[in-house]
């Protein structure tokens, strides 16, 4: 194995992230904090912010990657009421980004919703947090009164008689409440179903007014821009990926964790530097942007810049930032069954091809794992991910139908393997598998029930 | 809000030429082109589309990913593609995905051969499935409720049933569960699916999913026979087609007419056929005997007897015609009374309208039409609550105010089903005092004549500025306003003052209280006013023939397809006039008047009847005949020409086109207006020539002045107000599948006044005016007026037709004992319907 390269963070968002109490006001008030905001409220007009975000080339860091300053640009002028949320429901396996940053720097954030919110003139501000983040969503909620106890929030934010009002709420439960516009609908007591687009937010968005929503590192971000101009921010990062991004590694690798870096850098430095490496296995593949994104083999990716535009050539994305790293050990079967079973689950039903193509893949899959699955099957794998793509109502389908597709195209040997004999558990690293040879008769019987009774409700 | 003028666009779908209007949705302007795409969640009628079956997928240059026609609004130039191999390939998935999970069992399946599902898989799908695992097992079927079966595993999670639940009837029941492939619909807590609309999403249902239990199993598509006509239960007059099978009436399903009821039924129009072919429908005519009972007797036996009776009574007779009366009958019947018989007693309602006020009101310029609800900027309801009155009215109006921001005020006596949730503004007067609100309304809207003072001035003055700000409204009133004629009066003003009679879009809505109450006044089935509203010689009216049978002064009385003994005010007093005099009834079943007939006609059901009726709004409807008479009935429009024959007059009608031709000649706003031309659709006569320049006549009656100003009735106690229930009625009573919807008596009270009665929901009270008395229970209700009180009229037993007399009167309440539950009838405190709701649905077994 190559000794590990160099490889250092470059900490704009996480600059005190170890400074304890940092989430208290006064702590981050005494290391710089809440001085953006003064600039952006008693110095600049709200175009001036836009421009400033706009100018900065800060894409979306929730996993779509487009322009924030262009997103908040789209909303209306004139006086209505306007609304941003700010999206925190992280939920997708592989990234835990977020809940750091809310967890350990929530005043970072709440400034950010501040600045944005006079950016796109918008007054009623949301947190939409998932709903296990139990503690961060205390700590927002401390912060947010915090936050209002020293005039930042209010009917007059800094006595300038602009109205920003927060809400933290919490979700209950749901990934597909991470899609946007299902995340307004559940923040409107409605069933977390994703609308349909358009009309886009930014026109009819949260109880039909204009509504701008960003990611928790999106907005996390926006202080140090409105603070230090957009020319410093673009200094770091490359030319279409400007800035920094919190890069959440998890999975085979010796040090899993958060690490702000430039992006840019090389894979290779996130992984083998930072995150420590493998325990000297082979690196088999790796998801670059969270459990949505195709995977990537070693050889394809590890010495890619880590950027939105180099993640995209490859046919992979950068997503939310976050990568999980599969060693050799890793049998990509069980892999696509692990990802595919997540997103069935989480699958809202509203659009046809994501709720039964999620369903037909796990259980195709599971026969695949069992050693029941024939050649046809695999054939049907691949072409199911190719009919759910593009064709259903939000991007959830999809985000099963790349990886799973990704995986049947790029280790079709294993998956060959698998029809011949199944995919054995590995000292119960994947899960427990077994053959189908060696399942005994009752136990399938008894796997089969619970089937029924947790698909069909019927026991 | 008017309605939006749109431009038409040109676009090129599958290289054809199509022109739409700007903002129709891909899928409908393919059709204009006659491309079909398919779909399954998209219904127009529904709202918004919500693009979630993706089955309407198709290319559209310039657009690298496949879009949902549903969704996509027709732009100028759009180049569209519905049949490249990216298009068909993405419908054959979407078809393979819809049959994973869905069992198909069409054999046994109600749906198979009326399939939209069927259809697009044979149309669309790819032929054969690669699925081979287990599919989803679900129980089944389920009761949703008591009237509809649902079977979750052919359930394809289109939305649409919970789309109308939400978005349409509002009644917020239906949801989906759970998520992803494990969806199904249901309701909270598994209770059963009770709302006056619910029968609307079985055939919505693209799939076999929502069956109803008393369709299903009965025939097969290519058993059956369907027809249009109109369902004359109710004011709303919906265009209905009848399901027949071996020449009986097995399934009533909508049969869209936007200008009429937009597609929608309510469970009482729906399932209200059995009574059609049930065992208790009079299917000849009977002659009751000196003990009372009934005996057959034949036509001609029964027509010469019903004409000798008339006969001998002459000018002292007098004629009611009940809402299922066609302009037809009513014509022939009039004429009979006047010209046979020199009678001018005939009512076709217990309100008394002015025949003044009535031909003024009639003018077209000041009628608002259905659809005009629309696009209203604002609807005033009136002294009505269409849910009870003209259900589909309900639905209009709310999706007036959901769709295109409808401002909706109301002002009723009771709280109505609109106010609380649709609407802005809900003012409550007192029982019969609409005429102090009506007449402050007035005065606050600067019409000459009346002061903006008064009880309800505040009220008003609020209504009075929400009217004025909004230019277009349409206000929507009950015929019972009529019960003091200075309130219609005052009405009318209200629509000069606002300048209605001025503007297109605007103008005033009638809610009667039967279903053709237009058109037998249009035939002139009034006292003092003929055909066409003419002046006629005077006659007395639905009270003085009351009190003329009762004191002998009347001695002879038609009734067509009337019960007023159970429908009308002092219903005992009927009863007692009807049980002392010689009565004519046409009747489909022995109702409570018909109990007192001496000559009981078989009368034809609106599924057997030819002839036509006037909708509220002035559209003339035709019913057309869908299953043949059954053995023994004859036309009514014959057996009363029959009738006049025998009195003498030389009437000459072969069918009942001729009968129309010649109302149609006696009434100048109808013109020449022949069958053909009202067709399926119906035709507005104010929209046609002669009618839409039609001026009424000075006729005799007066002119709403010199009305007695209205006094509270005096004493102490509650004031009384009476209402309608939609199940209250005699539809319910004779169909086995809505007989655990009809209501027992319930005495509605306010907070307030249960407190001081320390009474409350459920307890059991006598309630009694007068010497008349009758038992309830305590409904205790929001947004009620304290000081009121309300009964339904209609019900099977404690009828509050008992102690109504049509005047707000005060009532005493008592608590009564709690009667022993041992389930022999127990009066009028049986609670059938509670026990329906209360009753959990069949478990689905262990969650």
């Not at chain 2, 007036?400 to 003012?427: H, M, Q």
């Not at chain 2, 809505?509 to 058109?519: D, T």
């Not at chain 2, 009565?583 to 609106?606: G, M, Q, R, Y």
Request: net charge negative.
């Amino acid at each position: 194995m190559a000794a590990a390269p160099t490889a250092k963070e470059t900490r704009i968002l996480f600059r005190n992230i170890d400074e304890p109490e940092l989430a208290s006001i006064r702590t981050y008030k005494e290391l710089g904090g809440y001085q953006s905001i003064r600039k952006a409220f008693l110095e600049m007009a709200p175009e001036e912010v836009l421009k400033e975000l706009e100018e900065s080339g800060l894409r979306g860091r929730g996993g779509a990657g487009f322009s924030m300053g262009k997103k908040a640009s789209f909303l209306p002028r004139g006086d209505m009421d306007k609304y941003l949320c700010c999206n925190a429901d992280e939920s997708e396996p592989g990234a835990f980004k977020d809940r750091e940053l809310m967890q350990k720097n929530p005043h970072q954030l709440i400034e950010g919703i501040i600045i944005a919110a006079r950016a796109a003139g918008a007054n009623r501000c949301f947190i939409f947090i998932r709903g296990e983040y139990d503690l961060q969503g205390d700590i927002l909620d401390q912060a947010v009164e915090e936050a209002y106890e020293a005039g930042f929030l209010g009917e007059s934010v800094l006595d300038t008689g602009e109205q920003v009002e927060l809400v933290v709420h919490r979700g209950a439960g749901a990934y597909i409440c991470g899609e946007e516009t299902a995340l307004l609908d559940s923040l409107e007591g409605k069933r977390g179903n994703p609308r349909l687009k358009p009309p886009f937010p930014a026109v009819q968005g949260l109880y039909g007014g204009p509504t701008l929503i960003n990611n928790v590192e999106t907005l996390s971000n926006v202080p140090h821009i409105v603070g230090s101009g957009a020319d410093w921010f673009k200094q770091f990062g490359t030319e279409q990926s400007p800035g920094t991004k919190v890069v959440s590694v998890s999975g085979d690798v010796r040090k899993p964790g958060n690490y702000e870096v430039e992006l840019g850098i090389p894979t290779r430095e996130l992984i083998e530097g930072l995150a420590g490496g493998t325990e000297e296995r082979a690196i088999k593949c790796f998801f670059p942007g969270g459990s949505s994104a195709p995977v990537l083999t070693a050889e394809e990716g590890l010495d890619l810049p880590y950027s939105f535009e180099a993640m995209q050539e490859a046919g992979s994305m950068l997503g939310s930032g976050s990568i999980i790293v599969c060693d050799e050990r890793t049998s990509i079967v069980q892999l696509a069954l692990r990802t595919a079973k997540f997103y069935h689950h989480e699958s809202c039903g509203k659009c046809t091809p994501c709720r039964e193509g999620t369903n037909w893949t796990v259980k195709m899959l599971e026969r695949m794992i069992r050693g029941e699955a024939t050649p046809i099957d695999l054939e049907t794998i691949a072409s199911v991910q190719k009919n759910i793509t593009g064709n259903c109502l939000c991007v959830l389908g999809d985000s099963m139908a790349a990886p799973v597709g990704s995986m049947v195209e790029k280790f079709r040997p294993e998956f060959e393997e698998a029809l011949e004999k199944g995919v054995p558990s590995l000292n119960g690293r994947n899960g427990g598998a077994r053959s189908g040879a060696a399942e005994s008769k009752g136990r399938r019987a008894r796997r089969e029930a619970e089937h029924l009774t947790d698909a069909g409700r019927s026991r | 809000m008017s309605q939006p003028i749109r431009n038409a666009v040109t676009l090129v779908v599958d290289g054809r030429e199509v022109v739409a209007p700007e903002g129709t949705m891909l899928v409908d302007a393919a059709k204009m082109g006659d491309i079909e795409i398919p779909v399954f969640c998209y219904e127009p009628k529904l709202g918004p589309p919500v693009g979630a079956c993706r089955m309407c997928l198709v290319e559209i240059e310039g657009i690298p990913k496949l879009q949902t026609a549903c969704s996509t609004p027709v732009r100028d130039g759009m180049v569209v593609y519905t049949q490249t191999d990216q298009v068909k390939e993405a419908q054959n998935a979407v078809v393979e995905f819809l049959l994973v999970n869905h069992p198909l069992d069409c054999p046994v399946c109600d749906k198979g051969g009326e399939c939209p599902l069927q259809d697009i898989a044979m149309g669309w799908g790819p032929g054969k499935s690669r699925f081979t695992d287990p599919k989803r097992h679900y129980q089944k079927p389920l009761e949703l409720s008591p009237l509809i079966a649902i079977d979750r595993e052919r359930c394809i999670l289109c939305y649409r049933c919970v789309r109308f639940s939400q978005e349409i009837s509002e009644d917020e029941q239906l949801v989906l569960h759970e998520r992803g492939d494990r969806s199904f619909v249901g309701t909270f807590d598994d209770r059963p699916y009770i709302a006056p609309f619910h029968g609307n999403v079985i055939e919505l249902c693209p799939v076999g999913a929502l069956t109803s239990y008393s369709y299903r199993f009965r025939a097969r598509p290519w058993d059956i026979e369907q027809a249009g006509s109109i369902c004359t239960l109710c004011p709303s007059q919906c265009n209905v087609a009848f399901t027949v099978r071996d020449e009986r009436v097995m399934r009533v399903l909508a049969r869209d007419n936007k200008a009429v009821d937009d597609g929608w039924l309510c469970d009482k129009g729906r399932f209200g056929y059995q009574m059609l072919s049930g065992s208790e429908r009079i299917t000849e005519p009977m002659v009751r005997a000196g003990d009372g009972s009934l005996s057959p007797v034949s036509w001609e036996e029964a027509i010469r007897m019903a004409a000798d009776g008339l006969r001998k009574a002459g000018p002292r007779a007098a004629a009611l015609a009940g809402g299922g009366t066609s302009n037809e009958e009513g014509f022939l019947a009039q004429g009979l009374m006047r010209d046979a018989l020199g009678s001018g007693n005939l009512d076709s309602s217990p309100n008394a309208p002015d025949p003044q006020l009535l031909s003024e009101l009639a003018r077209p310029e000041l009628a608002a039409k259905v659809s005009d609800l629309d696009y209203a900027g604002g609807i005033l309801v009136l002294g009505a609550d269409p849910l009870h009155e003209m259900p589909i009215l309900d639905l209009r109006i709310r999706k007036a105010v959901r769709r295109n921001g409808t401002r909706l005020l109301v002002a009723t006596e009771r709280p109505s089903a609109l106010d609380g949730g649709a609407a802005t503004d809900a003012v409550r007067y007192a029982p019969g005092e609409a005429i102090a609100f009506i007449e402050s309304l007035a005065g606050a809207l600067g019409a000459e004549g009346y002061e903006a003072s008064g009880r309800y001035a505040k009220d008003a003055a609020a209504i009075a500025d929400a009217l004025r700000a909004i230019p277009d409204s349409v206000i929507v009133w009950g015929e019972r306003l009529w019960r003091r004629p200075g309130a219609v009066k005052a009405l009318h003003d209200i629509a000069r003052a606002l300048q209605m009679h001025q503007r297109i879009g605007t103008g005033l809505l009638e809610v009667p209280e039967e279903s053709n109450a237009r058109g037998l006044r249009e035939a002139g089935f009034l006292p003092e006013t003929g055909p066409g509203y003419r002046t006629a010689a005077a006659g007395k009216g639905a009270v003085q023939i009351r009190d003329g049978l009762a004191s002998g002064d009347l001695s002879a009385l038609l009734l067509l397809g009337s019960d007023p003994v159970r429908n009308y005010p002092g219903g005992e007093t009927w009863r007692r006039a009807l049980a002392s005099t010689f009565v004519v009834a046409f009747a489909l079943t022995e109702d409570e008047s018909a109990k007192h007939a001496n000559i009981v006609f078989p009368a034809e059901s609106h599924a057997e009847k030819e002839g036509v009726v006037t909708h509220p709004d002035g559209r003339l409807q035709r019913l057309r005949r869908n299953v043949p008479l059954p053995s023994g009935v004859r036309p009514t429009w014959w057996a009363l020409a029959e009738i006049a024959e025998a009195l003498g007059t030389n009437v000459d009608y072969g069918t009942p086109e001729d009968v129309f031709a010649a109302l149609c000649a006696e009434v100048p706003f109808y013109g020449d207006t022949a069958y053909e031309e009202i067709g399926g659709r119906g035709l507005r006569w104010q929209e046609r020539d002669p009618g839409s320049s039609w001026v009424p006549q000075p006729t005799g009656g007066g002119d709403g002045t010199g009305v007695p100003a209205y006094a509270p009735p005096e004493g102490e106690g509650l004031v009384l107000g009476t209402y309608k229930d939609i199940w209250a009625a005699e539809a319910t009573r004779r169909n086995p599948s809505l007989r655990f919807l009809m209501p027992t008596q319930r005495l509605e009270l306010s907070a307030k006044d249960a407190k001081t009665l320390d009474l409350a929901n459920g307890d059991p009270v006598t309630v009694s005016a007068d010497g008349s008395r009758l038992e309830a229970r305590v409904s205790v209700r929001e947004r009620m007026r304290p000081g009121a009180a309300f009964l339904i009229e209609g019900t099977e037993t404690d009828n509050a037709n008992l102690i109504a007399t049509g005047e707000p009167r005060r009532i005493t309440v008592e608590r009564r004992p709690e009667p022993e539950t041992n389930g022999s009838a127990s009066g009028g405190g049986g609670n059938g319907r509670a026990r329906v709701v209360a009753t959990p649905m069949p478990a689905e077994g262990a969650r």
